[in-house]
């Protein structure tokens, strides 16, 4: 078992005031694997004054040098790829294969695409007799979930970095793994202290955080009820905030579609992470007179799905992250079931472990849009199926919740599929299973959110813009 125990703050790991912890079982066989220690107000206090002290010298620092920094840190990832492939399986439940690509070495990638674009993305832009300079907007307070923690990390710290910014991250207390292996590699880049500072901890540090008059801008991913509140604190102290928050994304199949594509591409977004991402489609659109062929598709596609352990190569579905969260989704499942939806694949179909926090992918097929499990973010392995007498009514079912995070359209002509998606209210969406574009802007629409992470634009979120009027030079003869 690991004891995290300690905080990285203004340079150094310090023993953690508070016995307090947070215990963290593997996803898979509910040992206990390691604890984690919260941190208390004065701790962000301490981490918050750190970062605000290297602020002005981290701030005048050249974009190449804090470029080099950047890459500094993505070698110091790079040596821990194994550990952090083991550690956020065991954490998350993602099979391994899929844990080391997309957990890890995606957002390591991602470290070095930031540190690439870093002086395009910041320098200055002439506009008449202007000059458009962008400078660091401050201090970061960033808070960071659990289901893609790597990943989530870099997308704030990357970028903050990048732009100027000194920040203090408060990870999720269930998966620490990232946070530990980032902060060894802060250390080992030589990073000036104080401009990284990790706080360990539950949503007490956050709040603590959140609230501190130090901290300039609150960087947010999670829960939109969570999301809010941040918002309604942040609003009171004129605090600038970036929220990705949560997403209830559809995919609209349209008449000419290859329904065999979408059938795949539908499943593996849902059932990614077990369904415990933020982004995925959960709700699939089909044509009225196309539902039984789907149904049938969608039956045999889940039913070859292998539910196991992460580390079985054979395995496609992992457990869910706790027991508390494998408790919420089944409470959904029930309710789903209860409500006699039509059950394409049943919930008790497939054997699972005896041990671990499994829960079997479930489809649901014909539920009406206002519907909880068409209109909520469940956040497991449950899709649901939805049918439209035609497009404008698809548009209408696609737009009809709160969220607005991604989308997805099927469609026999690209050209069709691109018109349909331009008419969707979502900050990303994937025509005919296009490809995840880590320099795209990322985030959401409505209650999915505010602000975006990715390439140019993510960087952009840390920064100030400052006009410099010139004189402006009279001809002479």
Known sequence: MIAHNKHFIDGAWRPALDTTHTVVHDSATEELIATVSHGTASEIDAAVKAARAAFPSWSATSVVQRAVFIQAIADGLEARVESMVTGIAAEVGMPLKLTRR????APISAWRATAAIAADALADTPLRHSVITKEAVGVVGAITPWNYPLHQITGKLAAALAAGCCVVLKPSELAPTAAQALGEAIAEAGLPNGVVNIVLGDKNAGEALVRHPGVDLVSFTGSTAVGKHIASIAGQALKRVSLEL????????LADADQAAVVKNAIASCFLNSGQTCSAITRLLVPQEQY???????????????????RDGKTRIGPLVSAEHKQRVQSFIAEAVNQGYDVIKAHADTALPNRGFYVAPIVFGRVPLEARLAQEEVFGPVLTVQTYADEDEAIAIANGTAYGLAGAVWSGSPEHGERIARR????QVDVNGAPFNAVAPFGGFGASGFGREGGTFGIEEFIELRAIQLPVRTATK
């Open 102 to 105: 997309i957990q890890v070495e």
């Open 246 to 253: 949560g997403g209830k994304s559809a995919g609209i199949a």
């Open 292 to 310: 039984d062929d789907y149904r049938a598709q969608l039956q045999t596609a889940v039913e070859a799905l292998q539910v196991g352990d992460p």
């Open 424 to 427: 969707m209210r979502a900050g």
